[in-house]
């Protein structure tokens, strides 16, 4: 997500959220246990059934964006805040949490492959006393929701100084992995003992926890800087044979990163789905005629070398979740002619179409007058529903969800979600 910037339920209510859920799709929540004792998650394979939407919000954890409210907190209040959080989602009849749980390099869970996440205790790699991708999965199951574990792939810090890494992390071992860009570090996508290790550290929370789904946001080469080269020439020469250009070897990168972690996630177990939220814009149509018809100045094709497109249509995803961040009329990226382009892109693959709106925005001063009206994003959700493959919305993000400035989340509820319902299957 490009953007780094509690109430609770009684039993009773929980209680006949469950109830409604159990009648709809009896049996569906029970969960066979591994044997260390995490949940593992053979559910039947997937199926779709009419009536059903996606209904989520992302829970950022980068920065400590939304969760925790700052590092240091004890066990007990990082773990309450977090159970706030699925509380809410259930209160605003949501179905589903994306939680980011590799923020930079680093875990939300006991990895053997990275160090603990600096936003827990404020110090990389210190053990904050408890599993909260663990948890968190537990406790989003218990409400009725999925739980989607959030991963960036090649991100390392939001700095540019290695030894601010914990003692240990990869990238000080490994220091040729990494390239500084942009003020940050990240790992060189071009490497293909990279790719392996990033695969390998995402997989393994597939291995270890009942998680629905893996989701990646959409950083993949970085978003590009003006004036500044990211340096993998050195790279290109050792691994581009064969490419007409580095533009084309990029974008083969990432190809390789999505069209591995799709098999390796189903050889692990195949009812664990693999979605990814990209910028919106995969290009525009004067650059391709297949694109949309915006004017954006980044593309995912050229500026990401993230083929979006091609991985719907090869089918190596289960959801695509476009950022569509823009109001409806906004004339370089309207919402209005990305949404058709989408759910044309999806027609005929399989794939479910899921539309990824900017919450944070509305009521925010700074933004175009659309979005001081609290009713914009509701007419979000109206269009939308003209459009027979959209499958649902993803907000962003879960602090907006809770706090709800302009009352725009609560017209939603009020104008789309008059009861609970069940995720697309």
Same mark, same amino acid.
């Given at each position: 997500?490009? =953007?780094?910037?509690?109430?609770?339920?009684?039993?009773?209510?929980?209680?006949?959220?469950?109830?409604?859920?159990?009648?709809?799709?009896?049996?569906?929540?029970?969960?066979?246990?591994?044997?260390?004792?995490?949940? =593992?998650?053979?559910?039947?394979?997937?199926?779709?059934?009419?009536?059903?939407?996606?209904?989520?919000?992302? *829970?950022?954890? %980068?920065?400590?964006?939304?969760?925790?409210?700052?590092?240091?907190?004890?066990?007990?209040?990082?773990?309450?805040?977090? *159970?706030?959080?699925?509380?809410?989602?259930?209160?605003?009849?949501?179905?589903? %949490?994306?939680?980011?749980?590799?923020?930079?390099?680093?875990?939300?869970?006991?990895?053997?492959?990275?160090?603990?996440?600096?936003? *827990?205790?404020?110090?990389?790699?210190?053990?904050?006393?408890?599993?909260?991708?663990?948890?968190?999965?537990?406790?989003?199951?218990?409400?009725?929701?999925?739980?989607?574990?959030?991963?960036?792939?090649?991100?390392?810090?939001?700095?540019?100084?290695?030894?601010?890494?914990?003692?240990?992390?990869?990238?000080?071992?490994?220091?040729?992995?990494?390239?500084?860009?942009?003020?940050?570090?990240?790992?060189?996508?071009?490497?293909?003992?990279?790719?392996?290790? #990033?695969?390998?550290?995402?997989?393994?929370?597939?291995?270890?926890?009942?998680?629905?789904? %893996? =989701?990646?946001?959409?950083?993949?080469?970085?978003?590009?800087?003006?004036?500044?080269?990211?340096? /993998?020439? /050195?790279?290109?020469?050792?691994?581009?044979?064969?490419?007409?250009?580095?533009?084309?070897?990029?974008?083969?990168? @990432?190809?390789? !990163?999505?069209?591995?972690?799709?098999?390796?996630?189903? &050889?692990?177990?195949?009812?664990?789905?693999?979605? @990814?939220?990209?910028?919106?814009?995969?290009?525009?149509?004067?650059?391709?005629? !297949?694109?949309?018809?915006?004017?954006?100045?980044?593309?995912?094709? /050229? =500026?990401?070398?993230?083929?979006?497109?091609?991985?719907?249509?090869?089918?190596?995803?289960?959801?695509? %979740?476009?950022?569509?961040?823009?109001? @409806?009329?906004?004339?370089?990226?309207?919402?209005?002619?990305?949404?058709?382009?989408?759910?044309?892109?999806?027609?005929?693959?399989?794939? &479910?179409?899921?539309?990824?709106?900017?919450?944070?925005?509305?009521?925010?001063?700074?933004?175009?007058?659309?979005?001081?009206?609290?009713?914009?994003?509701?007419?979000?959700?109206?269009?939308?529903?003209?459009?027979?493959?959209?499958?649902?919305?993803?907000?962003?993000?879960?602090?907006? #969800? +809770?706090?709800?400035?302009?009352?725009?989340?609560?017209? #939603? +509820?009020? /104008?789309?979600?008059?009861?609970?319902?069940?995720?697309? &299957?």
């Amino acid at each position: 997500m490009r =953007h780094i910037g509690r109430r609770s339920l009684g039993a009773a209510a929980l209680g006949a959220v469950a109830t409604l859920w159990a009648a709809a799709d009896a049996g569906a929540a029970a969960r066979p246990q591994r044997e260390n004792g995490k949940g =593992h998650g053979k559910r039947k394979r997937r199926r779709r059934k009419a009536g059903r939407e996606f209904r989520g919000m992302w *829970l950022a954890t %980068v920065a400590n964006r939304d969760w925790p409210s700052r590092p240091g907190l004890s066990a007990d209040r990082q773990r309450a805040e977090l *159970l706030a959080f699925l509380d809410t989602a259930v209160e605003r009849r949501l179905n589903a %949490v994306v939680f980011q749980v590799r923020p930079t390099a680093d875990a939300l869970w006991p990895s053997p492959y990275e160090p603990w996440s600096q936003c *827990l205790t404020g110090v990389q790699g210190r053990d904050p006393g408890w599993d909260p991708l663990g948890t968190a999965v537990a406790e989003a199951h218990a409400r009725g929701l999925e739980l989607h574990a959030w991963f960036n792939p090649y991100r390392v810090a939001n700095h540019t100084d290695p030894s601010r890494l914990a003692d240990g992390h990869p990238a000080r071992i490994h220091p040729d992995w990494v390239l500084p860009y942009g003020g940050k570090l990240y790992y060189n996508p071009g490497l293909p003992q990279v790719r392996r290790f #990033v695969q390998d550290a995402m997989l393994d929370a597939v291995r270890r926890y009942d998680i629905d789904a %893996v =989701h990646f946001d959409d950083y993949f080469y970085p978003y590009p800087v003006a004036g500044q080269p990211f340096a /993998d020439d /050195d790279t290109y020469a050792a691994h581009g044979a064969g490419f007409p250009d580095k533009a084309a070897w990029r974008r083969d990168n @990432i190809d390789r !990163l999505v069209r591995e972690m799709s098999e390796s996630i189903r &050889e692990i177990d195949k009812d664990v789905r693999f979605g @990814i939220s990209p910028f919106g814009v995969w290009r525009n149509v004067a650059t391709d005629p !297949l694109g949309s018809d915006t004017r954006a100045g980044v593309q995912t094709y /050229d =500026h990401l070398h993230a083929d979006t497109r091609k991985w719907v249509k090869e089918r190596w995803i289960d959801y695509v %979740v476009p950022q569509l961040y823009w109001h @409806i009329g906004f004339a370089p990226a309207d919402y209005a002619k990305l949404v058709p382009w989408w759910d044309d892109v999806v027609r005929g693959t399989g794939v &479910e179409l899921y539309v990824g709106e900017a919450l944070y925005k509305a009521g925010d001063p700074a933004q175009p007058a659309a979005w001081q009206d609290p009713a914009e994003l509701s007419r979000h959700l109206t269009l939308a529903g003209e459009y027979p493959r959209v499958r649902g919305h993803v907000f962003f993000s879960a602090k907006e #969800v +809770v706090t709800d400035r302009a009352g725009a989340m609560a017209r #939603v +509820v009020a /104008d789309h979600y008059p009861a609970p319902a069940r995720p697309p &299957e």
